[in-house]
Nanobody, 116 residues
Framework: QVQLVESGGGLVQAGGSLRLSCAAS????????MGWYRQAPGNKRDMVAT???????NYADSVKGRFIISRDNAKNTVYLQMNSLKPEDTAVYYC??????????WGQGTQVTVSS
């Protein structure tokens, strides 16, 4: 079974940066798109950023201009560069891969904490 392994989370001061990575443990034949979601305590899991197979991207309004999503299909890896971090960015971040058949793969989640 394919596993998505996340790394790069941690504690950072407001205004700082972090770079999250998410890599599949096994090669995948085809990925339609890759994305990042986040969930803060008491909240639902929301989309943060998505990158599609044609290279197009989509971002939540709250992170536009601060976060950048990128991918390396050959390495089955997606990245999230997070700049100008704010305390409200504090959450558990989950990566998600969607296959061409529509099957979702989820990462285990990584904690991002932004202090004031």
């Amino acid at each position: 079974q394919v596993q998505l392994v996340e790394s790069g989370g941690g504690l950072v001061q407001a205004g700082g940066s972090l770079r999250l990575s998410c890599a599949a443990s096994e090669s995948l034949f085809s990925i339609r798109h890759m994305g990042w979601y986040r969930q803060a305590p008491g909240n639902k899991r929301d989309m943060v950023a998505t990158i599609y197979d044609d290279g197009n991207t989509n971002y939540a309004d709250s992170v536009k201009g601060r976060f950048i999503i990128s991918r390396d299909n050959a390495k089955n890896t997606v990245y999230l560069q997070m700049n100008s971090l704010k305390p409200e960015d504090t959450a558990v971040y989950y990566c998600r891969f969607i296959s061409t058949s529509g099957y979702p793969y989820w990462g285990q989640g990584t904690q991002v904490t932004v202090s004031s």
